[in-house]
């Protein structure tokens, strides 16, 4: 362990003057995603297996925001 994890701050992204925070752009990143995986989901009949479909889309959600935030750092 001779190495100190160096963790960076996050830092607001500028749009037009409006300073948004970084996880705001994660969201808006897995909406984008989250939105055709639904229609794919709902062509496939993903429903008929799910017991709460609110709750599974709320799930899937969280996991899609989840891997965004660990591949953009």
């Known amino acids: 362990m001779g190495r100190a994890l160096r963790k960076t701050m996050l830092k607001e992204v500028n749009l037009d ?3 948004v925070a970084p996880f705001a752009l994660d969201l808006a990143v ?3 995603i989250f939105l055709p995986l639904r229609t794919v989901f709902d062509r496939a ?4 297996w799910v017991w709460h479909r609110p709750l599974f889309d709320i799930a ?3 996991i899609l925001v989840s891997l965004i ?5």
């Not at 009949?45 to 008929?48: F, K, L, P, Q, S």
């Not at 935030?69 to 750092?73: A, D, I, K, N």
């Open 30 to 32: 897995a909406l984008l």
């Open 60 to 62: 899937i959600f969280v």
């Open 17 to 19: 003057g409006i300073f």
């Open 69 to 73: 935030g660990l591949v953009t750092g």
């Open 45 to 48: 009949a993903i429903h008929r």
